[in-house]
């Protein structure tokens, strides 16, 4: 389901790429004093949606950490830009960067943390061994900005209930998500108050 | 044009196998025989000063040039003799039963070799152990070279 | 004129501006979709369960230690980490004496404890509770009477039962371990033993060639193949009272018996004029079919669990590869498409996974494939390692291998935790089979 909303946004996005270049196509017959007002396309940045796409995919620990680098040149890319065309840019066009350029180090910021949490659970969760059963199990929890973990439970089941009380069984161990400590509280906020685990018996 | 066909019969062979095996033989319990049992064991093994064993290559059945030089000088002996019996042996690598069948499969190829120089198949014997007498047990290439082997012993 | 493309461009920005807001609102649109953080767990951790077996209380003073029994056998297999004695801080023998804080300060993750009395005689009764700590939950309450010198069964039933609440899967204690063993040269054996390697039992000893042990699914009888006619034949032998009969056929040499898990058939390889191929041989009327025709090697027959399919080794295609035929109309499908060797594949419990040897460059491992994916995932890592047999259970793989020449069986768990060695045998020890479940 979700695989098939990403994909329908993908092809949406594709389409307005193909639009958007028309429309910069036409916009150079613009004088030039008018050019200065129309927005530079090439601005309006494809890497975001490649970041999303490279996040879904690969969850491995090498692309993730590559991921942070093209996220931290992207930030550099951008900030660049700004200092360059401060003065060409108008104003609108300035405060968009800047939500841009903001965006992305949240991105960062979330991914680092989100790796940490990983790490953290890994270590903890003793998976049965299900040889050649491909279940997963979601557990919905609730933190404090703390880090304290205020609530957890069960979203959807695997239908196995050794595997749901061997998820269970990592959290009863912690009562704390350290990971979340020490971040802009708006980041917390938008991602981590309340998030989702989702234990897999398969990679 | 010719690839096309190609796969085309890939895809009919598994189906034309499954035709083939459909008829698939019924032998009622009444008529079955008794193994023969091997009445030239008793018989004294006929001394020659010929190398007795034919090398193989790994996984395989086939005879190189070597060896059929080597049972060429056999044919003279062997038509003189009352029985051959070919004991097929492999090198520990491999499964058993993979092997007891692969060490079945070369004694075979030395018999039709036999044959085709002119010796009666009936007077043949071929028995296979597989990897269950190798000549040296070390687990190296030397020594599985010298268990991949064909033993003929006339009687 | 200059008015009229003025307009047109203006109303081309106008669009461009729309296009542009419409392409950040989409932006943000599919990140609110994504909203919920989702963050995945699959690798889990590399430590075992810890497990506390408490020493069970006793009112009179039986000496040996049944928790010992069973910690042995939980551990056995490498799937638990026992705490030790000295570490634990309270001796409970029951529900009512259980305080959960205790065993939650040594992070176990399971505790088993239970208390026994004598009824009369050597008669014991015994009273045992699985606790699941971190959830603070009871998963098991059971009790057992029996004689007091058969400690080692009543250990074993316990094990099995804590053992099936804790994973799910049924225990394996009390299985057998069938394989031949081949203390010198000339001298070969077909042995039992229990799956720990005591209480070995010599079935049939020969100075000729043994091989291919196969139990049948009521674990009654062993087949198995024997030269000592001087040709390959195969045996049938009953466990207790030791008759051997062997199967009459036209050909001079039969191998690789595997008998159906349903115990009505007996799946054999039959040589005639050199060509091996698959036959079953029907035990209830004794009528024997083909199942294979080709020139080439057929061989290394194994059941699917609902006796429908076999699977087998053949070199039709010029290297040994796993086939798998549907036995009512002797369709013949290939299996295995990578690597120079694949043989001795047999079927999971589940029917959908397969273990076999896998071969490359004259290197062997034990494989591990599912029937219709592609990949041959190799879980062992020495380098003639060949008979793989699968636990009932499906979790636990014993296969055979070799040091210096010197045969031994190995095994692991199929989440790769834990390797294991079997102990050591006077001998070179090869061809394990493992016995389907006594019920």
């Known amino acids: 389901m979700t695989n098939n909303l990403i994909s329908f946004i993908n092809s949406i996005f594709f389409h307005l790429f193909l639009l958007a270049i028309l429309t910069l196509d036409f916009s150079i017959f613009t004088p030039q004093s008018d050019r200065e007002k129309i927005i530079p396309i090439e601005f309006i940045s494809f890497p975001a949606i490649k970041d999303e796409r490279a996040k879904r995919n690969n969850d491995s620990l090498s692309t993730r950490r590559n991921n942070n680098i093209e996220i931290e040149k992207e930030i550099k890319k951008i900030s660049e830009q700004n200092n360059n065309k401060l003065n060409l840019n108008s104003l609108d066009n300035l405060q968009k960067q800047i939500e841009e350029t903001k965006f992305f180090q949240e991105k960062k910021e979330v991914q680092v943390r989100i790796f940490l949490i990983q790490k953290r659970i890994n270590s903890i969760w003793k998976k049965p061994s299900l040889i050649n059963q491909n279940i997963e199990t979601e557990i919905q929890i609730n933190l404090a900005p703390s880090g304290e973990i205020l609530k957890y439970e069960m979203i959807s089941s695997s239908g196995n209930k050794i595997f749901d009380d061997s998820a269970f069984r990592a959290l009863a161990n912690i009562s704390f998500i350290t990971e979340v400590i020490g971040m802009d509280r708006n980041y917390f906020e938008r991602n981590f108050r309340s998030f989702n685990l989702v234990f897999k018996s398969k990679d | ?155 | ?439």
């Open chain 2, 1 to 155: 044009m010719r690839s096309f066909k190609k796969i085309f019969l890939l895809i009919l062979f598994p189906f034309i196998i499954g035709c083939a095996t459909q008829v698939s033989d019924s032998i009622s319990s009444s008529s079955y025989a008794t193994a023969e049992s091997d009445q030239y064991i008793s018989t004294k093994k006929l001394d020659m000063d010929l190398d007795d064993l034919i090398y193989f290559e790994f996984d395989k059945a086939s005879l190189s040039p070597n060896s059929k030089e080597l049972i060429s000088k056999y044919i003279e002996f062997a038509k003189k003799a009352k029985a051959i019996r070919l004991e097929g042996h492999c090198d520990e690598r491999g499964t058993r039963e993979y092997n007891l069948a692969l060490g079945e499969k070369r004694a075979i190829e030395v018999k039709n070799y036999l044959i085709i120089k002119g010796i009666s198949s009936s007077k043949i014997k071929v028995i296979s152990y597989g990897e269950e007498k190798p000549i040296d047990v070390e687990s190296s290439e030397s020594a599985w070279k010298k268990n991949r082997r064909v033993e003929i012993s006339l009687f």
């Open chain 3, 1 to 439: 004129m200059k008015e009229i493309l003025d307009r047109l461009i203006w109303s081309l920005n106008q669009r461009t501006k729309i296009l542009k807001t419409l392409f950040f609102c989409l932006i943000f649109l599919s990140v609110s979709i994504d909203a919920k953080l989702k963050i995945e767990i699959s690798q889990g951790s590399k430590d075992l369960p810890k497990i506390a077996i408490v020493p069970f209380e006793n009112t009179k003073t039986i000496k040996i230690s049944l928790s010992h029994l069973i910690e042995e056998n939980l551990t056995l297999f490498g799937e638990f980490k026992a705490t030790p004695k000295n570490e634990m801080l309270s001796f409970p023998s029951s529900e009512d004496n259980f305080f959960y804080r205790d065993w939650k300060i040594l992070k176990v993750d399971y505790a088993v404890v239970g208390s026994f009395k004598e009824i009369s005689g050597s008669n014991i009764f015994i009273e045992y509770f699985v606790f699941n700590v971190p959830l603070k939950k009871l998963i098991l309450k059971g009790d057992i009477s029996g004689d007091i010198n058969e400690f080692d069964q009543i250990s074993k039933v316990i094990s099995n039962r804590t053992y099936k609440a804790i994973t799910g899967l049924d225990g394996i204690f009390n299985t057998k371990l069938a394989y031949v063993l081949n203390p010198d040269k000339e001298v070969y054996k077909i042995c039992v033993s229990d799956i720990d390697g005591s209480n070995e039992q010599v079935l049939f000893e020969s100075t000729a060639p043994l091989m291919s042990p196969s139990w049948s699914s009521d674990i009654k009888k062993l087949a198995y193949v024997s030269f000592e006619k001087g040709y390959p034949e195969i045996y049938m032998q009953d466990l207790f009272s030791g008759n051997r009969e062997s199967i009459k056929t036209l050909g001079l040499s039969n191998s690789a018996p595997v008998w159906s898990p349903d115990n009505k058939k007996l799946a054999f390889v039959m040589s005639m004029s050199g060509n091996p191929d698959i036959y079953i041989y029907n035990l209830k009327n004794n009528k024997i079919s083909r199942h294979t025709t080709h020139y080439g090697i057929d061989t290394e027959p194994a059941w699917s669990p609902n006796s429908k399919k076999l699977l087998f080794t053949s070199n039709r295609s010029g290297s040994p590869q796993i086939y798998e035929l549907t036995i009512s109309s002797n369709r013949i499908k290939r299996i295995t498409l990578d690597g120079d060797y694949n043989a001795r594949a047999s079927y999971f419990p589940n029917g959908k996974d397969i273990v076999l040897v896998h071969g490359n460059n004259g290197i062997f491992h034990i494989g591990i494939k599912n029937i219709r994916g592609r990949f041959i995932n190799t879980i062992s890592k020495t380098t003639l390692d060949e008979s793989p047999t699968i636990s009932p259970n499906g979790n636990i793989i014993i296969y055979a291998t070799k040091n210096n020449s010197q045969g031994y069986l190995a095994g692991l768990t199929l989440d790769g935790k834990s390797k294991f060695r079997l102990p050591v045998k006077f001998g070179s020890v090869r061809e394990p089979s493992w016995s389907p479940l006594t019920n």
